[in-house]
């Protein structure tokens, strides 16, 4: 795929996908309708295979490629959604993978990719280390890299979780996803442009790593320098295939202070009884941040993720650093 | 109702609180099926109004008054979960709701109960103290005693959850609650049992509140006397309506240590990325204690309820005295 995807390019997706995956449900919540005074409709891709919406990319990726591309496994750089679900979809093709993971990375994330059969090597936590750990393990083993966002077949597997959002709920008017490395965000761009045109797209970024907003600022890619954000989905900083997506169809991109993000997430702990990772809440941290922009909208949100490790909550002890 | 309820009387408050409550799903997970060689089916009243199945026996009450007998209130002593639902019910029917509550009740509970309105009076953690507390509510305002189990009114609503997982998944082999009171009990032996005479009703409890398991030994009820148990919603006794159906239908009650309830509930939260109280996760702590009793089965298990306090996780920290 050498141009940017279409809504097709999504079905297609979603139709190559559709056997492995679940449909997740859509949930609601009275008590956050009413402290918002906005109606909200949350895509539960907590309650994903692999408890994230990142199976969808990856399992697109390896069901794309060709038996010879396909024949000395897959490889990537992940702080952990994504590494746990291509050790899945490897496992489900059969084939090996290969998967780079910061030392920082959370147990429970180490211990599900490592539970799929993976194999993991841990590199120091930048975007550096990762990359240049990464390319070493292609050149020894030849396998096909499948990159976690800056990927067109990733980005079409993400789509589908709002492909399927937008059949389910129609008449959003806005829908809303977390932004790292942006693959959920323009997969969900595309899909939702694709669907339904008037219907906004926005995302919520952590403030301590806000290089999607400033890049959309800027006109170019401005990459995170420090992202010491509790969100660990959202530390990586855009990509070109995802930047110029976003560009094209996305204006808004809230951010939202770590407070905030925790904030959240404990709501939705809280009042939806479903467990999600802090990447997850931060959407909601952004509506909840300025409400009076939402009033009264049908809003979408994709809960991308449900992959924390409960021995450390923020809110409870001092171990995170992060808060306040 | 002066008889022992049947499948119709709950068939009747299926009918009449179905406005006001939640059809609330039922979930599987393939991770706990593959570790316990068995398929589960939750279903997820944690996901219900007031986060427990205990709405629907409240509403059942409240709206089985006549106006004249609900003019002053309606009053109840609970742990928590009850009163909540008792509060919302007569908020509902625009009634008052008076709610006598142990002091040592968890901060998410008290806060539940108040929200909804009730009038909330504090009593010493005995079941000497929260009955002789109740009487005198009652006796100072008229109110209409509405008992968080031994009233058939209440077991025929709670005894709905399980209606509505056997008519979503037919064939179970076994349903399993959690006891208590006996309330959720002797409502879903009731339902079973007469939709499906084969499938076998059997219950979880703790080991620290085992006062249903000695009752049915000995025949009688003999009351717990000192209840030290994490799993909250359970630490009290079977009453006489309760025993007596329970005596009828259930042959299997296992009982589950502290750890064995702590473990079982993490599991739910780590696996199936959903919040579920300690009492909630005693049945799956039974099973996870024999695995090999239940190879093979198709069983039902009502997820009881999801308010936790999340300031005070059993696994992180050392302030709850509970576990090892």
Tied chains: 1, 2.
Excluded at 41 to 70: H, M, P, T, W
Excluded at 115 to 122: D, F, H, M, P
Aim: glycine content about 10%; aromatic content about 4%.
């Amino acid at each position: 795929m050498k141009t940017q995807p279409t809504l097709k390019d999504i079905r297609e997706a979603h139709k190559r996908i559709t056997p492995f995956i679940h449909r997740t449900p859509v949930l609601t919540c009275r008590a956050i309708d009413d402290m918002l005074g906005a109606t909200l409709f949350f895509k539960c891709e907590n309650l994903q295979k692999v408890g994230a919406f990142k199976i969808r990319g990856a399992c697109n990726a390896v069901y794309s490629l060709d038996d010879a591309e396909s024949e000395n496994g897959v490889a990537a750089h992940s702080s952990g959604n994504h590494g746990a679900a291509l050790a899945l979809a490897a496992q489900w093709r059969g084939i090996k993978a290969y998967v780079v993971m910061p030392e920082n990375s959370s147990a429970v994330k180490l211990k599900a990719v490592a539970g799929y059969g993976a194999e993991i090597i841990l590199c120091k936590p930048t975007p550096k280390d990762r990359e240049e750990d990464l390319k070493r393990v292609i050149q020894s083993t030849g396998a096909a890299l499948i990159h976690p966002y800056n990927d067109y077949r990733v980005i079409c597997g993400q789509g589908t979780a709002a492909l399927e959002l937008c059949e389910d709920i129609p008449g959003l008017d806005i829908v809303m996803t977390p932004v790292g490395g942006g693959g959920l965000l323009s997969g969900t761009a595309i899909a939702v442009k694709g669907l339904s045109p008037q219907t906004r797209v926005m995302a919520g970024e952590p403030e301590r790593a806000d290089d999607a907003c400033q890049s959309l600022k800027a006109g170019r890619i401005i990459p995170v320098k420090d992202p010491d954000t509790i969100a660990d989905g959202l530390r990586t900083s855009l990509g070109d295939l995802t930047f110029s997506i976003i560009e094209g169809h996305v204006k808004d991109i809230i951010t939202v202070s770590e407070e905030g993000i925790i904030a959240a997430m404990r709501l939705i702990w809280e009042r939806m009884k479903i467990v999600v990772e802090p990447s997850a809440s931060v959407p909601l941290g952004a509506i909840m941040g300025r409400p009076k922009d939402f009033t009264g909208k049908r809003i979408g949100i994709i809960l991308s993720g449900g992959n924390v490790d409960l021995d450390t909550l923020p809110w409870i002890g001092q171990e995170s650093g992060h808060g306040s």
